[in-house]
């Protein structure tokens, strides 16, 4: 198969899982996760990832893992800082980038965001940018999306995604996130594909509820997997005192991340 942007991951599930790598080990289990649900996913790469290796080398795993796939996948940058990381990451072949300009007075975010979308389109990748802040449970606080602002920004940028604020945290550990759904109900009249990020502090009843009924399209999701790797990776190391291969660790966690990632898919799939 090839790569393919988020627009047409849509044509096969009715919301994306935007699933955040941060090595070969999650990389190898979200794909095959994928294919056994026979549902394309999107492979993200944020911030912490591109500090820890260089997006040159992402692109090149990412891209392979998407080629040698039966099904579609996507490649996408999340939270470019820049246009220059949202260019680099398109020249690398990424078929979605996301500009996170979300902490920018409201003309500055839009003037850079809508260059994104033009220069994404150029490539034939799709497009994300974000309006209100998205928090994080030991950091900075959400600010809510307005959505007068929402409503002015996916006018003028005509983004292809559009993440928003709405009672969702980055990096929470549990599903104790309290959805601002008469917020979100007000965005969602605007009929555009939204983005929900901190998707992990979600209940999956609620995560079900944006998709079905308010135009969620996809959520991010890493925090829960991660839990799932950490959880594992104990467990291995604590039954067997004699095992030190990294290959033989990895290999041992892979079951419960691919198990972890199809509950996730098969979750947003079955929603029609």
């Known amino acids: 198969m090839t790569l393919a942007n988020l627009n047409t991951l849509l044509h096969h599930t009715p919301a994306i899982a935007g699933l955040v790598c941060l090595g070969w080990e999650e990389v190898r289990a979200f794909v095959e996760a994928a294919e ?10 944020g911030p912490g990832a591109r500090q820890f290796m260089p ?4 692109a090149k795993m990412l891209m392979t893992a998407a080629q040698n796939s039966t099904i579609p996948i996507a490649v996408h940058l999340d939270h470019g800082a820049s246009l220059d990381e949202v260019q680099q990451a398109l020249d690398l072949g990424f078929s979605s980038v996301m500009y996170d300009g979300s902490r920018l007075p409201l003309e500055d975010n839009i003037k850079i965001t809508c260059e994104v979308a033009k220069r994404a389109r150029a490539y034939g990748a799709s497009s994300e940018g974000e309006i209100g802040y998205v928090g994080y449970a ?3 606080e959400s600010l809510g999306t307005d959505p007068q602002e929402a409503k002015i920004f996916a ?3 005509e983004v292809d995604f559009m ?3 709405v009672g969702n945290v980055h990096l929470q550990t549990d599903t104790q996130a309290k959805p601002k ?10 009929n ?3 983005a929900i990020h901190g998707g992990s502090g979600l209940l999956v009843e609620d995560r079900i509820r944006m998709a079905k009924e308010l135009g969620v399209r996809k959520f991010n999701i890493g925090t829960e997997i991660r839990q799932v790797y ?13 095992i030190f291969d990294h290959m033989a660790i990895s290999n041992a966690i892979h079951p419960a991340l691919v198990g972890a990632v199809r509950a996730v898919i098969k979750e947003l799939r079955e929603l029609k």
């Open 36 to 45: 056994y649900e026979h549902t394309p996913v999107a492979l993200m790469v």
């Open 55 to 58: 997006l040159e080398i992402w």
């Open 138 to 140: 030991s950091g900075a």
């Open 155 to 157: 006018k003028e940028t």
């Open 163 to 165: 993440a928003v604020s």
């Open 181 to 190: 759904w008469d917020l979100l109900s007000e965005i969602a009249k605007l």
């Open 192 to 194: 555009k594909n939204l």
């Open 230 to 242: 950490g959880q594992s990776l104990r467990k291995t190391l604590a039954d067997d005192k004699e």
